[in-house]
């Protein structure tokens, strides 16, 4: 039976911060970066957490990793209460923080995973089989040598997804792992991640503003706004809650005027060629009985669609 491996129960987060008001004085002010949040992450699930800047993921993560402690709520990682019990926890996750390298920058590779092998205790058989998967998948072998330093960001990526890995993580955080990342290098992360959950069933959090990331990856979503868990579900739900359209482009004979059916917005209109909007969430197949039936239509296609625009309009709907 797959269990909750996150369980994240009312959880809040709220910062003291010190603002100045005026010359000498400073005022106390509260900010609450995660507000009464809950969500659970089954075993051998890839979910995504995503929000605008400031949303609150980053602080949730912290409180996942233990780094930081909840203010109010109930947190546990494969059943462990983190900000107790962190290094313990330590020895199941695996964190990577694409904007922060957790390996030593002066040694080359090989010598920080042999510093991890020590750190984690990793039982020798168990590292060695990790290391020669990582290398051979992540095409390691030609940087093992190379002092992390010199390395691109990419060749880094690689290596520091390597080095979450070696001591058999069942869980995964990834903080943009394939931010500033060229479009070859971001494919093989998101390989290389695919194959890990399916093999592995590593269960993975992921946290990105790459929508391409989510689509390929994630089967669920988590989106917070303000601290709070805004939807839940499958990405494809997700065009339902923004409300969002799918367009269909229809050619016809001639021209004509635009179109009339009902619950069909005509958006654009260029010679015998007219653009249709349709909420996502309805089937397309009736509207296009119902044009051919009126109409002499020549050709057609339907267009999605894209995910980041459904999200800004979420966003957008959220705060207005
Ligand atoms: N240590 C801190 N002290 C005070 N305020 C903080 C602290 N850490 C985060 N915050 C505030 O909490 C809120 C949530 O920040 P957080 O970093 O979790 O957002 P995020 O969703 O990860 O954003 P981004 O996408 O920009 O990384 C923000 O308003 C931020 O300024």
């Known amino acids: 039976m797959r269990m909750d491996?996150?369980?994240?129960?009312?959880?809040?987060k709220v910062f003291d911060v010190r603002r100045r008001a005026g010359r000498l004085r400073r005022e106390r002010h509260r900010v609450r970066a995660v507000d009464r949040v809950s969500f659970t992450v089954r075993s051998g699930e890839v979910v995504g957490y995503i929000g605008p800047n400031g949303a609150g993921k980053s602080t949730t993560v912290k409180m996942l990793t233990g780094i930081?402690?909840?203010?109010?709520?109930?947190?546990?990682?494969?059943?462990?209460?983190?900000?107790?019990?962190r290094?313990?926890?330590?020895?199941?996750?695996?964190?990577?923080?694409?904007?922060?390298s957790t390996l030593w920058w002066d040694l080359p590779l090989r010598d920080s995973y042999r510093l991890i092998h020590?750190?984690?205790?990793?039982?020798?058989t168990v590292f060695r089989a990790n290391l020669e998967r990582c290398v051979e998948l992540l095409d390691l072998a030609p940087l093992l040598e190379v002092p992390v330093r010199q390395l691109s960001l990419g060749q880094r990526m690689r290596g520091e997804i390597a080095a979450a890995l070696l001591h058999d993580p069942e869980v995964l955080y990834l903080d943009e792992p394939t931010i500033g990342l060229d479009v070859v290098s971001k494919a093989r992360v998101r390989g290389f991640l695919r194959d890990l959950n399916e093999e592995r069933g590593t269960t993975v959090l992921l946290t990105t503003h790459d929508l391409t990331d989510i689509e390929q990856?994630?089967?669920?979503?988590?989106?917070?706004?303000?601290?709070?868990?805004?939807?839940?579900?499958?990405?494809?739900?997700?065009?339902?809650?923004?409300?969002?359209?799918?367009?269909?482009?229809?050619?016809?004979?001639?021209?004509?005027?635009?179109?009339?059916?009902?619950?069909?917005?005509?958006?654009?209109?260029e010679g015998p060629r007219q653009w249709l909007a349709f909420p996502a969430a309805r089937s397309a197949a009736p509207l296009v009985a119902e044009l051919a039936r009126r109409y002499p239509l020549v050709?057609?296609?339907?267009?999605?669609?894209?995910?980041e625009a459904?999200?800004?309009?979420?966003?957008a709907g959220r705060s207005a």
């Not at 491996?5 to 809040?12: C, G, L």
């Not at 930081?68 to 019990?85: M, Q």
């Not at 020590?118 to 020798?124: H, I």
């Open 5 to 12: 491996v996150i369980e994240v129960d009312a959880v809040e």
């Open 68 to 85: 930081l402690t909840p203010s109010a709520g109930r947190v546990r990682v494969a059943g462990i209460d983190p900000s107790r019990e």
């Open 87 to 100: 290094t313990r926890l330590a020895r199941r996750i695996g964190v990577v923080f694409g904007q922060r």
């Open 118 to 124: 020590r750190l984690y205790r990793v039982p020798d």
């Open 217 to 269: 990856l994630c089967g669920r979503v988590v989106v917070i706004d303000h601290g709070r868990v805004v939807y839940d579900g499958a990405l494809g739900g997700l065009h339902a809650a923004g409300e969002s359209e799918r367009m269909l482009v229809v050619d016809l004979e001639r021209e004509f005027a635009p179109v009339g059916l009902a619950g069909v917005r005509v958006v654009r209109v």
């Open 299 to 307: 050709d057609l296609s339907v267009r999605e669609p894209d995910i």
């Open 310 to 315: 459904v999200i800004a309009r979420m966003y």
